[in-house]
């Protein structure tokens, strides 16, 4: 069965603090997203991977940076969380075939709430 | 900029019935998907529908699409409790290499 699974489900941080958000599949897909949710406004694509070591900004990709080391982990990292960081975090993974729009599989999701 | 927008943003409907959302976009798409929200949760595939495909049907689900008037509509039919959900419709647009999702729509199916 597939599954993706986030490192937390509730996050509180500081202001100013290093914040990782980590993400691992198990379905060997090549394509990992990072998403943020906030009411009114949908999901906003912050990051993707199409591969290992490789990286495209998304929409909204300021205060955000990423890695992918291996091809199941992708982590999100905000080098310096800041209360508008304050959201719901998604990440999701993809089978390549087919094209870039085949169904995402999503984790349970990051509530992380900064002070 | 978005490019799938729902309609209606909130639905009300008592168990049994039936639930219709709809989505419009703007550019040429290689498909639809549309998916499913629990409350806190992640999302969930529910149905991807193909540009050159018209309906398509999983189980109480029916989708439409009119690339025509740039739309699609989920129907749920004899709608259940368990029901009660936000779904969101997201676009593969051709040469977006990604995916973009709307702001959805948030169901509540009353006993």
């Known amino acids: 069965d597939v599954k993706v699974t986030q490192s937390s489900r509730y996050l509180v941080k500081r202001t100013g603090e290093k914040v990782f958000l980590e993400c691992v599949q198990d379905m060997d897909h090549e394509n990992m997203f990072w998403y943020r949710q906030d009411p009114g406004l949908g999901l906003r694509l912050i990051y993707f991977?199409?591969?290992?070591?490789?990286?495209e900004k998304g929409d909204i990709p300021e205060g955000y940076s990423v890695s992918r080391e291996k091809k199941e982990r992708f982590s999100l990292i905000l080098e310096s969380a800041s209360t508008n960081q304050t959201s719901m975090y998604l990440c999701?993974?993809?089978?390549?075939?087919?094209?870039?729009?085949?169904?995402?599989?999503f984790g349970p999701g990051t509530r992380l709430l900064v002070l | 900029s978005q490019q799938g927008e729902e309609d209606p943003q909130a639905l009300s409907i008592q168990e049994g019935e039936n639930a219709t959302m709809n989505c419009s976009y703007k550019t040429s798409i290689n498909n639809l998907q549309w998916y499913r929200q629990n409350s806190g949760r992640g999302l969930v595939h529910l149905i991807l529908i193909r540009s050159n495909e018209r309906e398509k049907h999983s189980g109480r689900l029916r989708v439409t699409l009119d690339t025509s008037k740039k739309s699609s509509s989920l129907l749920i039919t004899a709608s259940r409790a368990a029901d009660t959900a936000s779904y969101f419709c997201a676009t593969d647009a051709i040469l977006a290499q990604k995916l973009v999702f709307g702001q959805g729509t948030r169901l509540t199916i009353n006993p």
């Open positions: 991977s199409y591969d290992v070591k490789m990286k």
């Open positions: 999701a993974s993809r089978s390549p075939s087919g094209g870039a729009g085949e169904t995402q599989y």
